[in-house]
T-cell receptor
Framework: KAGVTQTPRYLIKTRGQQVTLSCSPI?????VSWYQQTPGQGLQFLFE???????NKGNFPGRFSGRQFSNSRSEMNVSTLELGDSALYLC????????????FGQGTRLTVV | GQQVMQIPQYQHVQEGEDFTTYCNSS?????IQWYKQRPGGHPVFLIQ?????EVKKQKRLTFQFGEAKKNSSLHITATQTTDVGTYFC??????????????FGKGTKLSVKP
């Protein structure tokens, strides 16, 4: 079966712009989580969605937001981009909220200039 | 805030040597997960440990969860070049079962010289 698909794979944006990233989970998976990965901070949890509801949110400013659609696909949005938002954004899907095994997508590499 | 410390940050080994990475938490964890990320790739789930003192093996990989559920280790016997990558632990805090309850260590980057 197809894995987790994230689009786009690479993105270059200018400071102050906004960006929307997309994640399509594995078919049948209803839980989607988002992470930011940087060399300095490692993997940091952004938010988790299950059945279109945000279940948990990490310690990120309100410029970071997300949503999940009825087909379990998820998007995350970052407004008013800052240079420090440059990172690899990873989406992970799991069968249900609280499932042990999370399947990660290839990520979206965001560069803010 | 709560942290999961992982050491060492880097490890260079000769092919055939053993490798161990350690995770330590100041608080009791509900579970610990391990992931592997190849260079340029994405994290891949390896295993989850839940019970105090649990030991699990996957071929040359041995995972342990400490008796106090505050530390864990991953040991690779006789490393191969295919083991190259960064190994992350993720400690579960609280019992909500949410991915948001996982605190990731910063990873140990393993390089293997053939």
């Amino acid at each position: 079966k197809a894995g987790v698909t994230q689009t786009p794979r690479y993105l270059i944006k200018t400071r102050g712009q906004q960006v929307t990233l997309s994640c399509s989970p594995i078919s049948g998976h209803r839980s989607v989580s988002w992470y930011q990965q940087t060399p300095g901070q490692g993997l940091q949890f952004l938010f988790e969605y299950f059945s279109e509801t945000q279940r948990n949110k990490g310690n990120f400013p309100g410029r970071f937001s997300g949503r999940q659609f009825s087909n379990s696909r998820s998007e995350m949005n970052v407004s008013t981009l800052e240079l420090g938002d440059s990172a690899l954004y990873l989406c992970a899907s799991s069968l249900a909220a609280g499932s042990a095994e999370a399947f990660f997508g290839q990520g979206t590499r965001l560069t803010v200039v | 805030g709560q942290q999961v410390m992982q050491i060492p940050q880097y490890q260079h080994v000769q092919e055939g040597e053993d490798f161990t990475t350690y995770c330590n938490s100041s608080t009791t964890l509900s579970n610990i997960q391990w992931y592997k990320q190849r260079p340029g790739g994405h994290p891949v789930f390896l295993i989850q440990l839940v019970k105090s003192g649990e030991v699990k093996k996957q071929k040359r990989l041995t995972f342990q969860f400490g008796e106090a559920k505050k530390n864990s280790s991953l040991h690779i016997t006789a490393t191969q070049t295919t083991d190259v990558g960064t190994y992350f632990c993720a400690g579960g805090v609280g019992y909500g079962g949410s991915q948001g309850n996982l605190i990731f260590g910063k990873g140990t980057k393993l390089s293997v010289k053939p």
